[in-house]
């Protein structure tokens, strides 16, 4: 059977996980420095929540820590695919990963 066989409702080539983690973001143009909630994680990308929008094609670096002593965190280069509100009055952000680190 081949993946896109499978029966769920993700058919994503890069299955996301669910992840409740801290995330500092950078902003390439003018270095502004941005807290926000991760929500899930692929290999090409992460959903975050923010108090304020993003631009699409934002270019940014994200840096989310290990929660293990020893075991490096996740570095990446991205940019905004797309930002949307939520009930909350916060912004749902998807960020495509242009590199890891």
Same mark, same amino acid.
């Given at each position: 059977? *081949? &993946? #896109?066989?499978?029966? =769920?409702?993700? @058919?994503?080539? &890069?299955?996301?996980? @669910? ?12 270095? +502004? ?9 692929? *290999? $090409?990308? /992460? ?8 631009? +699409?094609?934002? #270019?940014?670096?994200? *840096? %989310? ?11 990446? +280069?991205? $940019? /905004?695919?797309?930002? +949307?509100? %939520?009930? *909350?009055?916060? &912004?749902?952000?998807?960020? =495509? &990963?242009?590199?890891? @680190?």
């Amino acid at each position: 059977m *081949s &993946f #896109h066989d499978q029966q =769920y409702r993700e @058919k994503r080539d &890069f299955i996301r996980m @669910k992840v409740e983690a801290r995330a500092t973001l950078t902003l390439q143009e003018g270095g +502004e420095v941005i807290q926000a909630d991760c929500q899930d994680l692929s *290999s $090409q990308g /992460v959903q975050i929540v923010l108090d304020r929008p993003l631009p +699409e094609n934002t #270019h940014l670096s994200l *840096s %989310i820590p290990s929660p293990t002593p020893g075991l490096q965190g996740l570095e990446a +280069e991205g $940019q /905004v695919m797309r930002c +949307e509100p %939520i009930d *909350s009055g916060q &912004f749902i952000v998807g960020v =495509y &990963f242009n590199s890891l @680190k």
